[in-house]
């Protein structure tokens, strides 16, 4: 881990400069300092590049996954957890972070963005979007309604045409899902392909768990307004239905003030904890509309069906009546009779399994080599034994993409 200074101008041995990769590759993330979906991507990604530089904003190695401290990060600051809490305060300040990064000792830059990593420069930079800023074109999802998000939506207007300015200039775009893509046109003009994240990992248990005894709901999700869990409280207090919240967040006092007895929060846990806590439940609640929503696939990967919001990301990885339902509106009478309904059918686990074989890794990387070889070989951008697996598929999924 590094100075500011450090990450403006890496070192020869952290740069790469002294490695026997083919090609010198970054991948750049907005910050490191939760465990969601668009990390799991990046700890993918740097499984499947050739020893790649992780370069970020703020790390806080107790908050995000445990194995970033086996990788190559090197980010402006380094934070304690009660410091990384709060640091969505300075989000500004990373901005200009990025747009001072010095890249030019990278052959290829990898951006994972929803936030300001799509700031930095480079010839040939790659961006895989989870989304663009939501709090600068959809501030009334993230900071909750009122006459606060008005002024903060004046407030932030006058970045949106540098911000657009610097989603522009990259080599290359793909989106994470529809509903991503769609953002990308209507925000910034841009027209990407969809590369589904990869659902992998050792953390994902090869047999699903039986059904659990006692009927108890769950819910996976970072605490902001726009994931709206007050929505899963409501519902499951109607059902008089326990409920477990993992995950924390700005809105978690907010939530409190409204859970009964029967809600559970149980703040942020391991993988090995997670794994326990979807067994544990009978039905997996995913309120907020999602860019992709990575909590439904990785429900039924344990065997646990979901109940999710029917816009967004959910419509892509929710099959309704098979894996779970979708559920218009934020009704809580709604949610609720939608969950009553799916406990009722006690979905098989292997089923639900099974079906999210399409969104595993091997689909991602084919997908990913086949996009990434219009501006660099996959050869010399990808682990040997990442290609070796993955040749016969590339000339196909090309065909698809293009």
């Given at each position: 881990m590094t100075t500011s200074e450090s990450l403006a101008?890496?070192?020869?041995?952290?740069?790469?400069?002294?490695?026997?990769?083919?090609?010198?590759?970054?991948?750049?993330?907005?910050?490191?300092?939760?465990?969601?979906?668009?990390?799991?991507?990046?700890?993918?990604?740097?499984?499947?590049?050739r020893d790649p530089v992780i370069l970020t904003s703020v790390y806080c190695k107790d908050l995000t996954y445990p194995e970033f401290a086996e990788l190559d990060v090197i980010a402006t600051r380094t934070l304690e957890p009660a410091s990384a809490e709060r640091f969505r305060r300075h989000a500004l300040s990373?901005?200009?972070?990025?747009?001072?990064?010095?890249?030019?000792?990278?052959?290829?830059?990898?951006?994972?963005?929803?936030?300001?990593?799509?700031?930095?420069?480079?010839h040939r930079s790659l961006v895989y979007w989870h989304s663009p800023p939501r709090f600068l074109y959809d501030p009334a999802a993230y900071f909750g309604g009122g006459l606060a998000t008005?002024?903060?939506?004046?407030?932030?207007?006058p970045l949106r045409v540098p911000d657009r300015n610097a989603a522009l200039h990259h080599a290359g775009h793909c989106a994470n899902s529809m509903a991503t893509a769609q953002r990308l046109e209507r925000c910034y003009g841009i027209r990407a392909p969809v590369i589904h994240p990869p659902l992998s990992g050792a953390r994902l248990p090869a047999r699903p768990a039986p059904l659990?005894?006692?009927t108890t709901a769950l819910v996976v999700s970072r605490l902001l307004p726009y994931k709206r869990v007050d929505i899963a409280i409501k519902a499951c207090e109607l059902l008089g239905l326990p409920l477990t919240i993992?995950?924390?967040?700005?809105?978690e006092a907010s939530?409190?003030?409204?859970?009964?007895?029967?809600?559970?929060?149980?703040?942020?846990?391991s993988d090995v904890e997670l794994a326990a806590a979807f067994a544990s439940a009978a039905v997996v609640v995913a309120p907020g509309v999602e860019d992709l929503g990575y909590v439904p696939l990785e429900a039924n990967a344990h065997g646990r069906p979901v109940v999710a919001a029917k816009a967004g990301g959910a419509l892509e990885t929710v099959i309704p009546g098979v894996t779970g339902e979708l559920v218009g509106g934020t009704d809580p009478r709604s949610w609720a009779?939608?969950?009553?309904?799916?406990?009722?059918?006690?979905?098989?686990?292997?089923?639900?399994?099974?079906?999210?074989?399409?969104?595993?890794?091997?689909?991602?990387?084919?997908?990913?080599a086949s996009w990434m070889s219009r501006w660099v070989d996959p050869?010399?951008?990808l682990r040997t034994e990442v290609m070796a697996a993955l040749e016969p598929d590339l000339e196909a999924v090309q065909a698809v993409l293009s």
């Open positions: 101008r890496p070192q020869p041995r952290t740069a790469g400069r002294a490695r026997k990769a083919p090609l010198r590759v970054a991948i750049v993330h907005d910050f490191l300092t939760q465990r969601g979906g668009a990390e799991r991507v990046v700890l993918h990604l740097a499984e499947i590049l990373y901005l200009r972070g990025f747009r001072k990064l010095d890249l030019s000792f990278a052959d290829l830059v990898v951006v994972s963005s929803s936030a300001f990593a799509h700031h930095v420069s480079h008005r002024a903060v939506r004046s407030a932030l207007a659990p005894q006692v993992v995950g924390t967040g700005p809105s939530l409190r003030a409204v859970a009964g007895r029967g809600v559970t929060f149980a703040g942020s846990l009779r939608a969950i009553s309904e799916l406990l009722d059918r006690r979905l098989d686990p292997g089923s639900l399994k099974l079906a999210t074989v399409p969104f595993g890794a091997r689909a991602f990387d084919s997908s990913f050869r010399e951008a």
